[in-house]
């Protein structure tokens, strides 16, 4: 027996609410959650931030150890590098500091 019109658009309408709930079911249960594609999406942003960090701080180590390298071997560098650091002088040696000249001015 042929269904009526109006029969065939409730079906229709019943078939399409169950498919929209059951496209509503699936992005919940697999886009949610620890292991859904949200967190996903997520955590390979993190990854990529991380790797990038890592291979900047690979690249400030290699520097390091190169200047670890050269104060080892070059006495000048490092007397260089304590005298800047430390405002070392030799004796003998007069040290002068130059400032700004608005740092001398009282503020408001």
Known sequence: MPLSDRARRRRNRIATAAAL??????????GTGPYGWINMVKVKKRQQQLRREILINMVRNELLRQEIK???????????????????????????????????????
Not at 70 to 91: C, H, I, N, T
Not at 96 to 102: C, G, I, L, M, Q
């Open 21 to 30: 709930g059951a496209l509503a079911g699936f992005f919940v249960i697999f």
């Open 70 to 108: 050269r104060m080892k071997q070059d006495e000048k560098y490092l007397e260089s590098k304590a005298r800047e650091r430390f405002g070392l002088v030799k004796p003998g040696e007069t040290s002068y500091r130059f400032y700004p000249a608005d740092s001398l001015n009282p503020g408001p």
